[in-house]
């Protein structure tokens, strides 16, 4: 499916939607039905507009990857078409920013979201040079000063070229995601950066990871790799057709250097090894793409043709009849050297992928919308026409009948909503599971890092003996599994237990050791033999580290916290990532369980009126579209946001899912005759408090996410079935009530009625052929 047959049929569904809105009206009007005799028909129209809508509003996002000088900012813009984006030698993307695209004539902005708050922040209005400096200048203010405002993201509103002639893309939003070594170059909450990039990779349509042909084999890109694919490499595998490789700044190959398609043979082995199966990799020079595309647009300054004259014109030189070199002008050259530049390619390429997966999916559940509308209109019609033409005193039976169906059936649907909710406890049990295991191996791991201190000081101490271990030290605690927890709600449930953690173990990582951050920080401690010079040498306790001054005790505790905070809250980041993404499988499970259990519901009910009634009736399809499911990405952030505004009415700062600080233990310092002691058991407890805290906190939030989907699931398909219910039971009462008062224009309003049915068939064809072209696009899996 191509971007121009995807823009053909967007148009189509748009312009049947539309239509099909007007001739609901007219219905209405003709029939006279309004106040509360239209509530069914209100319905109808309320689901056709929430189609549409969706249809305009979705929104496509592009996540843009890369290592620090890869050139992301100017790939960048590249695709948009403008010099928005700054490019520094320093790490510039220091949060999330999203470009969102705007029809070319409306005035560009720069937005800034923060911590607690759903509307932004206005920090200027402008063209793109604009924006570039103030964004400039913001991000700096941000490093300097440790983001004191919290924000959490920046919005850029400004039209994008690659798109300017797909209104059906109007919703595409450009990702712009610090890279893992930008995590560590900015000077505020690096953690949250790394989880801003693996919640891009859970919820794009696309993912571009930009590299540098100059340094594809840098550490820096091998730790880009083994930070995003390390213990999500199932999920890599899933969505392999949604991630595209750019090699980038090809432009600097001299003649020296190999050949580009070999350089790709190359990157395609290495990236294999990464996990990333068939990789398709493209190369790009986006620096000649971006001066090529400002050139076309008249909009380059006189230092854009001037680097485009130094750097790119004299490929294109050409020879004159007496041989002699000549060199076009830029704008003769520009639309040769945009093609060159390799991005229109990947334009199209990134383009087409979003249209044919989730463009297709989008067209086709809002034809299933449009359709179920359609139908059920016709539904009306078939319920009015045969309720006129039977006997008064036959309708006014069936009617009561209808009555006595219909609340079975909202029995029927409570015992539904009983079972959700048992299903909803056991998911919220398996995110809790997930939860503890998270603690549980980080406290493990912590513990393991303080007995690798003790070891070596117990061994070298003037009268070894044996030391209880912390584990043996510290007091026990009972340890529920997971099975107990839910091995009584029944096999049935069983089916939809989900299996949380069970990658975490290798989660758990450590690059460097606590002895010898310690060891490095204040090496007289731990490089000498300090306990000597105790006077009771059988009183040593390999756990008690003496320091002759206060200075270097807090040095200990310094470097103690700022090795194990950032890694407790690393490897949270990676639970979370993997609780969210296992989460989302089971939710849609849970939500197909929903929709299968609803729909028997109302397959019986229409399966009753059909024969009440003598007429065939359509199936009311229970329809979970996607766009009606915001992911739990957003839900996690939609409760954040509710929490801090609890918070901050309570002055209380916000701890869930995202901080770099909630872990830093109060490790006690104790002055001992000359000396000051820290006794790493007490420090152990600290920490191991200090988790149990931060769990409460998330497991909280986490349960109030949960229910707030499951309870949004249900509700939908509640409501589908109640407005069916309410329908018919509305048309049932309109047309009792008119035979009992306009028997005399009941021939009059049958024509009308057959009339209306006849016009409405259109419809119905014009949608059958627009479900049969789309599935002649449908994506293979």
């Known amino acids: 499916m191509s971007s121009q047959e995807f823009q053909a049929a967007y148009n189509s569904i748009y312009d049947t939607g539309d239509r099909l809105l007007q001739y609901l009206k007219e219905f209405r009007e003709g029939l006279g039905i309004q106040g509360d005799d239209s509530q069914g028909l209100q319905s109808i129209e309320n689901e056709i507009n929430k189609a549409l809508k969706a249809l305009q509003d979705q929104k496509y996002q592009v996540a843009v990857i890369a290592a620090m000088k890869a050139g992301k900012s100017t790939f960048l813009n590249s695709v948009i078409g403008a010099d928005v984006l700054a490019s520094e030698t320093a790490a510039c993307t220091i949060c999330r920013t999203d470009v969102r695209h705007i029809k070319p004539g409306k005035t560009p902005r720069l937005l800034e979201y923060r911590e607690g708050e759903r509307q932004p922040v206005t920090l200027v209005e402008?063209?793109?040079?604009?924006?570039?400096?103030?964004?400039?200048?913001?991000?700096?203010?941000?490093?300097?000063?440790?983001?004191?405002?919290?924000?959490?993201?920046?919005?850029?509103?400004?039209?994008?070229?690659?798109?300017?002639?797909?209104?059906?893309?109007?919703?595409?939003?450009?990702?712009?995601?610090?890279?893992?070594?930008?995590?560590?170059?900015?000077?505020?909450?690096?953690?949250?950066?790394?989880?801003?990039?693996?919640?891009?990779?859970?919820?794009?349509?696309?993912?571009?990871?930009?590299?540098?042909?100059?340094?594809?084999?840098?550490?820096?890109?091998?730790?880009?790799?083994?930070?995003?694919?390390?213990?999500?490499?199932?999920?890599?595998?899933?969505?392999?057709?949604?991630?595209?490789?750019?090699?980038?700044?090809?432009?600097?190959?001299?003649?020296?250097?190999?050949?580009?398609?070999?350089?790709?043979?190359?990157?395609?082995?290495?990236?294999?090894?990464?996990?990333?199966?068939?990789?398709?990799?493209?190369?790009?020079?986006?620096?000649?793409?971006?001066?090529?595309?400002?050139?076309?647009?008249?909009?380059?300054?006189?230092?854009?043709?001037?680097?485009?004259?130094?750097?790119?014109?004299?490929?294109?030189?050409?020879?004159?009849?007496?041989?002699?070199?000549?060199?076009?002008?830029?704008?003769?050259?520009?639309?040769?050297?945009?093609?060159?530049?390799?991005?229109?390619t990947i334009q199209e390429t990134v383009i087409q992928r979003i249209t044919q997966n989730s463009g297709w999916n989008l067209l086709s559940e809002v034809v299933a919308e449009i359709d179920k509308a359609a139908k059920a209109i016709e539904d009306t019609l078939n319920t009015e026409i045969r309720g006129r033409e039977m006997g008064i005193e036959t309708l006014k039976q069936k009617v009561e009948d209808y009555r006595s169906c219909s609340e079975k059936a909202r029995g029927q649907v409570e015992k539904v909503k009983?079972?959700?909710?048992?299903?909803?406890?056991?998911?919220?049990?398996?995110?809790?599971?997930?939860?503890?295991?998270?603690?549980?191996?980080?406290?493990?791991?912590?513990?393991?890092?303080?007995?690798?201190?003790?070891?070596?000081?117990?061994?070298?101490?003037?009268?070894?003996?044996?030391?209880?271990?912390?584990?043996?030290?510290?007091?026990?605690?009972?340890?529920?599994?997971?099975?107990?927890?839910?091995?009584?709600?029944?096999?049935?449930?069983?089916?939809?237990?989900?299996?949380?953690?069970?990658?975490?173990?290798?989660?758990?990582?450590?690059?460097?050791?606590?002895?010898?951050?310690?060891?490095?920080?204040?090496?007289?401690?731990?490089?000498?033999?300090?306990?000597?010079?105790?006077?009771?040498?059988?009183?040593?306790?390999?756990?008690?580290?003496?320091?002759?001054?206060?200075?270097?005790?807090?040095?200990?505790?310094?470097?103690?916290?700022?090795?194990?905070?950032?890694?407790?809250?690393?490897?949270?980041?990676?639970?979370?990532?993997?609780?969210?993404?296992?989460?989302?499988?089971?939710?849609?499970?849970?939500?197909?369980?929903?929709?299968?259990?609803?729909?028997?519901?109302?397959?019986?009910?229409?399966?009753?009126?059909?024969?009440?009634?003598?007429?065939?009736l359509n199936i009311n399809p229970i329809q979970f579209p996607s766009f009606d499911f915001p992911g739990i990405d957003a839900r996690i952030q939609d409760v954040q946001v509710e929490v801090t505004k609890i918070q901050k009415r309570e002055q209380r700062k916000s701890r869930c899912c995202n901080s770099d600080e909630v872990y830093y233990a109060d490790v006690p310092v104790t002055e001992n005759r000359s000396f000051f002691e820290i006794d790493l058991r007490q420090t152990l407890e600290s920490i191991n408090r200090k988790i149990d805290e931060q769990i409460v906190r998330n497991r909280q939030l986490l349960e109030r996410v949960i229910a707030k989907q499951v309870k949004s699931d249900f509700r939908s398909a509640e409501r589908q079935i109640n407005d069916y219910i309410n329908r018919f039971q509305n048309d049932f009462d309109r047309v009792l009530k008119e035979r009992e008062t306009k028997e005399a224009e009941a021939p009059e309003i049958l024509a009308r009625l057959e009339y209306q049915k006849a016009k409405l068939n259109e419809y119905l064809r014009e949608l059958i052929s627009i479900r049969e072209s789309l599935n002649s696009w449908k994506p293979v899996k």
């Not at 913001?138 to 300017?164: K, L, W």
């Not at 990157?267 to 000649?288: K, M, T, W």
């Not at 995110?431 to 117990?458: L, M």
Request: aromatic fraction near 8%.
């Open 418 to 616: 009983q079972a959700v909710e048992d299903q909803k406890q056991i998911l919220i049990s398996g995110f809790s599971q997930g939860i503890n295991t998270f603690a549980e191996e980080a406290k493990a791991q912590i513990e393991s890092e303080i007995e690798k201190i003790a070891e070596p000081r117990s061994a070298n101490s003037p009268k070894p003996k044996k030391t209880l271990s912390l584990a043996q030290q510290l007091p026990k605690v009972e340890k529920i599994s997971f099975g107990s927890i839910v091995g009584g709600i029944g096999e049935a449930a069983l089916g939809l237990i989900p299996v949380f953690g069970k990658g975490l173990g290798t989660a758990f990582k450590l690059t460097t050791s606590l002895l010898d951050n310690l060891s490095k920080s204040v090496p007289d401690t731990f490089n000498s033999s300090f306990f000597e010079q105790d006077d009771r040498p059988e009183d040593f306790n390999p756990y008690i580290i003496r320091c002759q001054t206060k200075a270097e005790a807090g040095k200990i505790v310094k470097t103690i916290n700022e090795y194990c905070a950032p890694h407790i809250q690393n490897w949270w980041i990676d639970t979370q990532d993997e609780l969210v993404r296992d989460g989302t499988n089971i939710r849609q499970e849970l939500a197909k369980r929903i929709q299968e259990d609803i729909q028997e519901i109302s397959d019986e009910l229409s399966a009753y009126l059909g024969a009440a009634l003598e007429v065939k």
């Open 126 to 344: 402008g063209d793109a040079g604009e924006i570039q400096q103030k964004f400039l200048q913001r991000t700096r203010e941000i490093r300097q000063t440790g983001n004191p405002d919290s924000t959490t993201r920046f919005e850029i509103e400004h039209p994008i070229e690659a798109i300017s002639q797909l209104s059906s893309l109007t919703g595409f939003t450009l990702v712009d995601t610090p890279g893992p070594n930008e995590w560590e170059s900015a000077n505020f909450n690096t953690n949250a950066l790394k989880q801003t990039a693996l919640e891009a990779l859970r919820t794009c349509n696309a993912i571009l990871f930009v590299l540098n042909y100059a340094s594809y084999k840098d550490n820096a890109v091998s730790d880009l790799f083994k930070d995003v694919v390390d213990n999500r490499k199932d999920f890599i595998a899933e969505n392999t057709g949604k991630i595209y490789f750019i090699l980038n700044k090809i432009d600097q190959k001299t003649e020296r250097d190999r050949e580009i398609a070999d350089v790709i043979k190359d990157l395609q082995r290495e990236l294999a090894d990464f996990g990333f199966c068939n990789p398709v990799i493209y190369p790009a020079s986006s620096r000649q793409g971006l001066l090529a595309k400002l050139i076309q647009q008249g909009k380059a300054t006189e230092k854009d043709t001037k680097d485009f004259e130094d750097f790119f014109s004299a490929k294109y030189a050409e020879r004159d009849e007496r041989g002699r070199k000549v060199i076009p002008l830029p704008e003769e050259i520009a639309p040769k050297a945009l093609l060159d530049s390799g991005i229109p």
